[in-house]
């Protein structure tokens, strides 16, 4: 192929300052959240859905993988170019196109940054509910691709179920609409397989997503426990009342000090484990359940307990949990986030098991996760300069992963499998189960031109390409 | 002479599981064979042999929906799923549960009360309805708007592939996104792509208190627009039903024969239900400010039910479409977005067929309509086509449903109509995916052949 036509090619869609190819442009598309790098060969910003469809088209005539890419906040690799490949990326399409607050629902573009439009539709009395921890930076159609989740997915669910429809783009460029407004619709359920396909279906262009209205009242409960351990038996100690709380979330002794290396969460220096609580619903059951819940961190063994329902005090105490992973840097360079769930019962003994992972390998780990549904985040800390420090980080992850599935739980909760853990599905899928999916994605993209390599085994070891494969492209 | 197919199951499986097809007639087509496996390598077994005998099979769990779908293009055998009907594991703490297909969901929410726990699927006749069967068909109940579709609640699925091979996607974890979501692409599929021999669930606790509000509404327009307001007001129902008289009689009736009485006057046309469950004081707030809104919205009367009376009303209004069903000449499910629900639902009452309007049962919450068309007087004389009138009323409801965006999905009609029509409707454009799909996990189309939507 001709790199040069193809990207005269890609300039006539959507003009030449809609696409960046010169190496020094493209270093900040190398990389997403994750460890794995990858430099796509060229990155697109399409304006609307004709020019995402004609680039992908072209794009597929001349055999050119393509990657979606939402913001990069990505933790499996998800948005990292194969060699050769180019990305679509969505700033340009970035518009909140229309908010229905008679059907609580809203339009938008892929672009469009999921705290923007919750904090856009929270003027009409309502909200969006899946809230990444990236949510001030993730967009989505990043969202859409790895079936995102975030802390009150608990009591509300995660992408999936507030995505109503899609309009998307397949590998040959024709636009197709999944699902619909209307809440129920006809054949097969397209887009609900189509989200957390990873970009490997096909590229979203046009999303409609559920609304859900404000509660008239949020109570956040955070509770000081010795260790993780006693923090766990309050998890089920308030499962056991029968109550389902918006939010129930937990940070171990590590977090919390390098939490207190830089915020004024203001926790006590003997502190194990803070256990994060939120409650929503009227003020009767908010009320009346709150006082279960702060029987129930009492009973367990809290040393401490606050409260909040003002909504600045909230937030003070979502401090610790919301800039865990930011603080993490005060301790080391960089963290290999796991992001395996388990059931809720076998939290306490996969941590334990998880500690004796860190014990084996020397490698710090420190804990920040969604207790209430099981997903632990375990984050393996170290410095990637130090010769040989990944591989044995990854090895470690490996083991956390084997942990979690050996307690009967699963690889990934929200982040997706992408390249990170795509050679560890076989630890929880036969050769027929992935065959059924492979099936799936054939429908879509019998060419398996859209984000090729991840998500399934094929035994080759993700390299980093740093430079362009196609150097000195036209100045 | 080939062996017919049922001697080949019998010799397959042994004679006691099968029984001959006569009785278990579907759209007019007799099968040969009723086959029903005792376990899930049965399934396989059956599902290998059909494969290489290229064998047509019609999954069936309780067979309360069978009526659903196209004609068949072919039926030769039942795949009866009733056998499998073991409560796989269970953990209360964990909230999650795994079950066999065949499972009734009545039986499993027996089974689940004991750890104060449910799930929140909701199907008519729940002593009947399967498991695999409420997730093949993939449809809510009168409490979709709060717990959405069954879609919402499968966290793991175990399906057998038209070629025999058992597979699995999901797991038992509520948060998961290893690998595609199958379990969204197999519920709903109506039995198209595989045979669902397993499920796993997301599980609710049981809220100590429920609570239940009936009024009673000049027209069922005033129902609608009260319902919506409802809807958007703090004191929000998990559901909201608006019935029209021909159907809320039937309640009155059964209610009755319960020595209870919903105190319908003569000339109330149409009815709320409203259904509230939670902690005591919270429900009871809603109730009070939801009877208040209700009755300041034009309401004539509203009753109040709490506790077991109002679960036996909900009971009611969830098997309510399967009760009128068989004396309807046409039943039409309309999905439209919510806001539209009040202007699809005066339409389409003004569709006639044999010179009546349809009785109407409208959830303005979910934006779901169902319509039902009595049968006609008097029979037809001789000779008269009665076709023609249903196709007609047909084809009017789905240009309202199109208007409003939504779909028209006719749940009932005489043979002779659902021969001529696809009873999903006008496919959407992603119709080639779905063919693509369905091409590559069943390419031989041994599974309900021509059921689906596109005569997939």
């Not at chain 1, 194990?272 to 029987?295: F, P």
């Not at chain 2, 909900?314 to 309309?334: C, H």
Request: proline share 6%; aromatic share 6%; net charge negative.
């Amino acid at each position: 192929m001709d790199f040069k036509r193809f990207l005269k090619g890609l300039q006539g869609i959507v003009g030449e300052q809609n696409v960046v190819y010169h190496s020094d442009d493209l270093l900040v598309f190398e990389y997403d959240g994750s460890v794995d790098r990858g430099m796509p060969e060229a990155v697109v910003f399409p304006t609307s859905t004709q020019e995402v469809s004609r680039v992908i088209k072209l794009a597929h005539k001349e055999g050119v993988p393509v990657v979606g890419r939402g913001t990069g906040t990505g933790l499996s690799g998800g948005a990292i170019a194969p060699p050769g490949g180019i990305q679509v990326a969505f700033p340009r399409m970035n518009h909140i196109l229309e908010v229905d607050t008679e059907n609580r629902l809203a339009l938008v573009e892929p672009g469009v940054i999921n705290l923007d439009l919750d904090t856009h539709v929270r003027k009409f009395g309502l909200r969006y509910a899946p809230d990444p921890s990236s949510q001030k930076a993730c967009s989505l159609g990043g969202n859409i691709a790895e079936n995102a989740g975030g802390p009150h997915c608990l009591a509300y669910g995660t992408t999936t179920n507030h995505v109503l429809g899609m309009e998307v783009v397949l590998e040959d460029g024709a636009i197709v609409n999944l699902g619909s407004l209307a809440r129920e619709t006809i054949g097969y359920d397209l887009r609900g397989v189509f989200t957390g396909s990873e970009g490997t279906f096909g590229i979203t262009t046009k999303i409609a997503v559920r609304l859900l209205p404000v509660p008239e009242a949020v109570r956040t409960f955070l509770g000081i426990f010795p260790d993780v351990e006693t923090a766990c038996t309050a998890v089920s100690a308030v499962i056991e009342h029968g109550i389902v709380p918006a939010a129930l979330e937990m940070i171990d002794a590590l977090t919390i000090q390098a939490v207190q290396k830089v915020s004024d969460a203001g926790y006590p220096d003997d502190a194990g484990a803070v256990l994060l609580i939120e409650l929503e619903g009227l003020q009767d059951e908010v009320d009346e359940i709150g006082e279960e819940v702060e029987a129930a961190l009492w009973e367990t063994g809290a040393t401490q307990v606050r409260t909040a329902e003002a909504a600045e005090e909230r937030e003070l105490l979502w401090v610790g949990r919301k800039g865990a992973l930011g603080a993490l840097g005060s301790i080391a360079p960089n963290y290999f986030l796991v992001d395996g769930v388990v059931p809720r019962t076998q939290l306490a003994q996969v941590l334990a098991q998880v500690a004796e992972v860190s014990r084996k390998y020397d490698i710090p780990i420190a804990n920040v996760f969604h207790a209430g549904d099981g997903n632990l985040h375990p984050c393996l800390l170290f410095d990637e300069r130090q010769p040989g420090a990944l591989d044995k980080i990854v090895e470690a992850g490996t083991e956390v992963l084997q942990v979690c599935v050996d307690a009967g739980g699963t690889l990934t909760g929200e982040h997706g499998v992408g390249l990170e853990k795509k050679e560890q599905m076989p630890l929880v899928f036969s050769e027929d189960d992935m065959a059924a999916m492979v099936l799936v994605r054939d429908a879509f993209a019998p060419d398996n031109s859209l984000n090729p390599g991840k998500i399934f085994p094929d035994g080759k070891k993700h390299t980093p390409h740093t430079q362009p494969v196609y150097p000195g492209m036209p100045a | 002479m080939e062996s017919s197919l049922g001697d080949q199951l019998a010799r397959l499986l042994g004679g006691s599981a099968v029984l001959p097809g006569d009785g278990h007639e579907i759209d007019g087509l007799t099968p040969q064979a009723v086959v029903r496996p005792a376990d899930r390598l049965q399934v396989s077994e059956v599902l290998r042999w059909a494969s290489a005998e290229h064998v047509s099979l019609l999954p069936r769990g309780g067979g309360t929906r069978t009526g659903l779908g196209n004609v068949p293009r072919k039926a030769d055998v039942v795949l009866d799923l009733g056998a499998l009907d073991k409560l796989v594991d269970y953990q209360p703490a964990d909230m999650t549960a795994t079950v066999e297909a065949g499972v009734t969901l009545a039986s499993l929410q027996e089974q689940l009360a004991p750890g104060g726990e449910f799930v929140p699927l909701e199907a008519a006749l729940p002593g009947r309805s399967t498991v695999g069967g409420i997730l093949a068909v993939g449809s809510g109940g009168p409490l979709s708007h709060a717990y959405g579709l069954p879609r919402e609640w499968l966290i793991g699925i175990g399906v057998v592939t038209p070629q025999g091979v058992a597979t699995k996607a999901g797991g038992k974890v509520v948060k998961n996104v290893t690998g595609y979501d199958l379990n969204k692409l197999y519920t709903g599929s109506l039995g198209t792509l595989g045979v669902i021999v397993e499920a796993s669930f997301k599980l609710l606790p049981i809220d100590p208190h429920d609570g239940a509000l009936l009024a009673s509404f000049p027209t069922l327009a005033d129902s609608i627009a009260a319902g919506r307001k409802l809807l958007h007001s703090s004191a929000a129902p998990m559901g909201c039903h608006s019935i029209t008289s021909g159907v809320s009689r039937r309640l009155q009736d059964s209610l009755q024969a319960a020595s209870q009485d919903l105190g319908l006057g003569e000339d109330e046309t149409a009815l709320s239900f409203a259904y509230f469950s939670g902690r005591a004081k919270a429900t009871g707030r809603r109730l009070d400010e939801a009877a208040a809104l209700l009755l300041a919205e034009g309401a004539t009367a509203v009753q109040r039910i709490e506790g077991r009376a109002a679960k036996g009303m909900l009971r009611w209004v969830t098997d309510a479409p399967s009760e009128v069903s068989p004396s309807s000449a046409l039943v039409i499910k309309v999905s439209v977005q919510s806001r539209s629900s009040a202007r699809a639902s005066a339409e389409c009452g003004e569709v006639l067929l044999f010179g009546e309007k349809p009785e109407q049962m409208a959830d303005p919450g979910f934006g779901s309509i169902r319509l039902f068309w009595p049968e006609p007087a008097e029979s037809p004389a001789r000779g008269v086509n009665n076709e023609q009138p249903i196709l007609d009323a047909v084809q009017k409801t789905r240009q309202i449903a199109h208007r409003y965006e939504g779909t028209a999905v006719v749940e009932r009609c005489p043979l002779p109509v659902k021969r001529q029509i696809d009873v999903w409707g006008d496919a959407p454009d992603s119709l080639s995916v779905m063919r693509q799909i369905k091409d590559r996990f069943d390419p031989l189309g041994i599974l309900n052949p021509g059921r689906f939507l596109g005569g997939i």
